[in-house]
T-cell receptor, first 112, second 110 residues
Framework: DVKVTQSSRYLVKRTGEKVFLECVQDMDHENMFWYRQDPGLGLRLIYFSYDVKMKEKGDIPEGYSVSREKKERFSLILESASTNQTSMYLCASSLIQGYGYTFGSGTRLTVV | EDQVTQSPEALRLQEGESSSLNCSYT??????LFWYRQDPGKGPEFLFT???AGEEKEKERLKATLTKKESFLHITAPKPEDSATYLCAVQDTGGFKTIFGAGTRLFVKA
């Protein structure tokens, strides 16, 4: 079965810390995405990547950066965590445009 | 601007009571419309992709249909295990982004 694995299910970090969220897919998919999901706001796209070492800003990139050094791995970095970044973070991948996404189980991040 | 609106926000059904969820969309050119199921605390699970008006897809008690302006997810004789949030999403031909609706929370009571 196709899989997207996120490294942590729950994470608690302090304000100002640098936070790394890791995502790995085993499907040889070209495209990878990071979303955050908040009650009442739905899924919002942070960054995406359509090729190795390529990255594009989504709708809410401020305070985040990403890295894609290998095709299967897409990392989300919170440069200096703030309380308003407390959220559910979801990684997804797709084979090519026009295909549905496979999502990971999510990382619930709390910044205190 | 691409937009996806789902209705109702929440739907409560008795077991066996069939109903439909609606997804209205606005895109300049439709590459694909997607339905996902999301259980609490988990990532969305892909259900269907629809590409053109008139297309239909089925899976167990679920059937998705597509017109030029909206999509319906029909649930026939639902069971309590169908309780979840159902998300609709669209991707236009112009780029990589997929726009998600806010979802419909479905509750099925035994």
């Amino acid at each position: 079965d196709v899989k997207v694995t996120q490294s942590s299910r729950y994470l608690v970090k302090r304000t100002g810390e640098k936070v790394f969220l890791e995502c790995v897919q085993d499907m040889d998919h070209e495209n990878m995405f990071w979303y955050r999901q908040d009650p009442g706001l739905g899924l919002r796209l942070i960054y995406f990547s359509y090729d190795v070492k390529m990255k594009e800003k989504g709708d809410i990139p401020e305070g985040y950066s990403v890295s894609r050094e290998k095709k299967e791995r897409f990392s989300l970095i919170l440069e200096s965590a703030s309380t308003n970044q407390t959220s559910m973070y979801l990684c997804a991948s797709s084979l090519i445009q026009g295909y549905g996404y496979t999502f990971g189980s999510g990382t619930r991040l709390t910044v205190v | 601007e691409d937009q996806v609106t789902q209705s109702p926000e929440a739907l409560r059904l008795q077991e066996g009571e069939s109903s439909s969820l609606n997804c209205s969309y606005t895109v300049s050119g439709l590459r694909g419309l997607f339905w996902y199921r999301q259980d609490p605390g988990k990532g969305p699970e892909f259900l269907f992709t629809l590409y053109s008006a008139g297309e239909e897809k089925e899976k167990e008690r679920l059937k998705a249909t597509l017109t030029k302006k909206e999509s319906f997810l029909h649930i026939t004789a639902p069971k309590p295990e169908d309780s979840a949030t159902y998300l609709c999403a669209v991707q236009d031909t112009g780029g990589f982004k997929t726009i998600f609706g806010a979802g419909t929370r479905l509750f099925v009571k035994a």
